[in-house]
């Protein structure tokens, strides 16, 4: 038996960074994953963003969030020697004078401008609609593409990767004091698969609230921007030249894949958006792992306290999980409660803690 102290099953962000500050406290993990093509992780265009919706929100701990996920990235890119962070602004074209009146009354006001303001000058004028302006909101790219592969090439070379489906049947509880996969054996499981989890017994309780998202890949010859451009669709610039273009929502849905229905939404946005030709290159789909409450999940389930969880990361995985996943390894070795927002306990009739 190979004796490991976690077994983490999923490799998306959110097994990355629970895996990476696990093991930066000293503990062993051995991390399964089965690679799956379109999880959320691998077709998300990582964008961090200071301000949510239409009201422009200041995202929830972003004062904490921005700066640490930063730092945790900055530190992997330098380990791993890959590009991962990049600090971007985003054109946030304005798509009515309503919206441009809610951004002046709220994100300029609340972030004082270090986050978001309005330019002097509009540009891009030969290529977007732009009849209400546009403001800027100043976030970053995380570099999903690069960080997923170069990291797991790392663990394979601590031999603490296995490339497979995870078969939840071979999990054996042994005494309440260790759990065994095949021929490995480990202190505990946290669960880091994604959308995946909504299938898991042990999480039947949890308000699961997933849902899809469809991208497309387009060209726009002439358009060259580092920035990320918003209005009711977004365009992040890709390391090729082309443009991720998305995401839309469905919280039902017949299957994980593509839809013609979706990609003709999507296109109508780009065409509401942009002044000139584009081509589609490819379309993707895939489901974010979300809770009922907009806010991640992570602890140990109150009956099976072998059994951990660490998911609902929503559409906002690359600037929550490095903070979540560091401050759930604090709890993890005995050195913080959880935050009572994001316990798992708020979906089992147990105190907050
Ligand atoms: C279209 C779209 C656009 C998005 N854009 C952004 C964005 O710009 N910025 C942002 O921050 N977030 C974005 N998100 C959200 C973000 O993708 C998620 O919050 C995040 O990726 C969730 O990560 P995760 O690790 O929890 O899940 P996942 O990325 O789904 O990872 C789960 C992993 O578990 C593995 N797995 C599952 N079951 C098993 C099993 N039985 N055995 C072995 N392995 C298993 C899968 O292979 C996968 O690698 C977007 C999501 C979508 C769908």
Redesign the pocket.
Known sequence: MKQVDYII????????MLSWFLMKRGYRVMV?????KN???????????PVSGRRFEPAWLYEEIFPFAKSTYDELSALLKINIFTERNLWTVFPSAQMRDAFKSKADKETNGKYAFIPQMLQYEDYLQQHFGAAVIKGA??N?KNL?PAYRQMLIGKEALLN?????SQLQLVDNVQVTYHDIAAKKIIF??????AENPYFKSIKFLP?????LIIRIPGLESSDIIKKSI?L?PQPDGRYWA???FAWDYADELPTAAQRQVLEEKIQQLLKVPYEVTEQ???????GHDRRPIAGFHPAYPLIGI????????????PLMAEHFSRVIAGEAALMPEITINRYFNTPRH
Request: glycine share 14%.
């Open positions: 099953v999923g490799q998306g962000i959110a097994g990355t399964i994953d089965d690679e799956k999880s959320a992780s691998r077709v998300a265009a990582g964008i961090i963003n790219t995380v999903l997923l497979e489906h995870f078969d939840l880091c698969d994604g959308a995946a989890a849902n899809k998202g469809e991208v977004t992040v998305g995401s839309s993707q789909a895939a489901v974010r792992p979300s660490f998911n609902g990361l929503g559409t906002k995985g690359t600037s929550l999980a």
